[in-house]
């Protein structure tokens, strides 16, 4: 069987492209893990049920979105046949095969597909160009508002913006900024959270050089939903890098009014210092307008490790 999946702890980019790009392509969704609250929030604005979840790629021909990073995929993704990434990250794995690639350094994966869409262009990564439905239209907005943060990330570029403009009219958003705050609201919940889930709710793991990294984001309107947890959140960090091997956690609290993140910084300090030329005082710092984990946060630790 065919899937079209995205990576570990799936956010709504990585559901919504799963979900299209599965329609257009004439096979199937998947999903590995549990869906987020603003995911959930955004399937069932649009009425579309969530993509099953896959565990192994044994006997799977595999199509990868939103990723490219091994560690951030199925454990056993050599035992699949992979066929094809549809990404808008950096290029994280090599293969023994030729395959298909198709990245943009935009802000979201959606944003790739809705441009192959509105080009007529889908047949180039051996699609259908069949008619994008209003609910497809919006779970592709949706994928946009969630990556780009309502177009305040750095990672944002005008083709996001283009996309989302002609999404918008398909999926009947009259206003794009008032859906947007009701997406950004769906992600805020955090207060409503225990420290645990909210540790394990969106994470990537990173090779830099032989070492494990791992960088955690969570997005809040006010930053007190999770000031009383954030000494819980620490611990159950440090156990984490503990067990897991990790030389390095960090943990972005993201402040979206404020436009900045707090870091939470666990492991090799030394390294996180060196990386953004900071001096710790404690185990956290603000960073003012640092929200994104892809552009922001891993180029400089990659080469900081490199």
């Known amino acids: 069987m065919k ?10 980019d ?31 604005k649009f009425g579309v049920m969530e993509p099953e979840t896959i565990e192994s790629a044994k006997n799977k021909e595999l199509i990868l979105v939103d990723h490219s990073e091994k560690s951030q995929s199925l454990d056993d993704l050599e035992e699949g046949k992979l066929l094809a990434i549809v990404d808008h990250h950096k290029v ?29 262009a889908l047949d180039l990564i051996g699609g259908k160009n069949k008619e994008l439905t209003p609910a497809y239209a919006g779970l592709l907005l949706s994928a946009i508002i969630s990556d780009t943060v309502l177009f305040k990330s750095p990672t944002t570029t005008e083709l996001d913006k283009e996309m989302a403009k002609k999404l918008a009219e398909i999926a009947g958003i009259k206003n794009i900024e008032e859906f947007g705050l009701e997406i950004l609201k769906a992600k805020s919940i955090v207060g409503k959270l225990k420290p645990e889930e909210i540790v394990e709710m969106d994470y990537k793991v990173y090779d830099f050089n032989g070492k494990k990294v791992m960088v955690g984001q969570v997005e809040v309107i006010d930053v ?30 993201t402040d979206i009014m404020r436009e900045g993140s707090e870091i939470l ?9 060196k990386a953004f030329n900071v001096k710790l005082e404690g185990d956290s710092i603000f960073l003012e307008g640092v929200m994104s984990r892809k552009k922001q946060i891993i180029p400089p630790l990659e080469r900081v490790y490199k």
Request: overall charge neutral.
């Open 3 to 12: 899937f079209v999946v995205g990576h570990k702890n799936p956010d709504t």
């Open 14 to 44: 990585s559901i919504a492209s799963a979900i299209v790009l599965a329609y257009f392509l004439d096979c199937y969704p998947a999903k590995l893990g549990k869906l987020n609250p603003e995911t959930e929030f955004v399937l069932r």
């Open 92 to 120: 994280g794995l090599t293969t023994v095969e030729p395959i298909l690639y198709y990245a943009k350094p935009v802000g979201a994966t959606a944003t790739v597909i809705a441009e192959l869409y509105f080009k007529k």
């Open 224 to 253: 007190k939903e999770v000031e009383d947890k954030k000494e819980e959140i620490k611990r159950l960090l440090k156990e984490k890098l503990e067990k897991e091997g990790y030389d390095l956690i960090l943990f972005m609290i």
């Open 265 to 273: 910084v666990i492991g090799n300090k030394e390294m996180f210092e």
